[in-house]
């Protein structure tokens, strides 16, 4: 396994201050990113939608329990007895106290997939996950929000009376960094060791999910 070369302890720090410099712009750059989605507008969501959870029937705005704010994250539905590894992989990330931590700052998390909910039950108990969870299975929430039959992570925000308005929604690479392990991994010297990232020769790497 190749290693990074090695310098004097004052070439090391000299490297890390230039390196400090991109780092800050970055954290800048993130911030201005996160002030830009605060001034996002919203648009109103139907209530109409009836999910499926281990409580019984709920309507989006049940999802919230008394909540101002709910972050719904979209499971994949990858077919019976399968579960996404980039879903799963996210979810196994997801902090033991994270929903607890949230709702103390009035925002509410459900997982939702298009899975029957036996099936994301299942997952949930195999796995240890403690989130909420609901299945949208013979509803057109997924595709209203867009995620269609991938992933996605929706804000929503609960209005006057039943009102329910969508504030930010994400995808992709924007669900992969909010990872905890992607993050910590990211300033480890061999990285995620996957095999999309720009590595050094030599560097361990393997597929994404493999």
Request: some cysteine.
């Amino acid at each position: 396994m190749n290693k990074p070369r090695i310098v004097s302890a004052e070439e090391w720090q000299q490297e890390r201050d230039e390196l400090l410099k991109a780092e800050k712009e970055a954290t800048r750059a993130l911030d201005a990113l996160a002030a830009r989605r605060r001034r996002l507008p919203m648009v109103q969501f139907d209530n109409s939608y009836t999910f499926d959870t281990p409580d019984g029937p709920r309507s989006l705005l049940d999802l919230f329990q008394g909540h101002h704010q709910l972050l719904i994250y979209q499971f994949m539905d990858a077919g019976p007895g399968r579960l996404c590894p980039g879903c799963t992989g996210f979810t196994d990330n997801l902090p033991d106290r994270g929903v607890d931590i949230l709702a103390g700052r009035g925002v509410g998390w459900v997982t939702v997939s298009d899975m029957p909910l036996a099936q994301l039950a299942a997952a949930k108990q195999e796995k240890g996950w403690n989130v909420p969870i609901a299945s949208s299975r013979g509803t057109s929430f997924s595709a209203d929000c867009g995620a269609g039959a991938g992933f996605l992570l929706s804000s929503f925000l609960r209005a006057e009376g039943d009102s329910i308005y969508r504030t930010y929604s994400t995808g992709q690479r924007g669900v992969d960094r909010l990872v905890w392990r992607n993050s910590i991994l990211d300033i480890t010297v061999y990285g995620r060791q996957e095999d999309w990232e720009d590595s050094p020769p030599g560097w361990p790497q393997h597929p994404t999910y493999g």
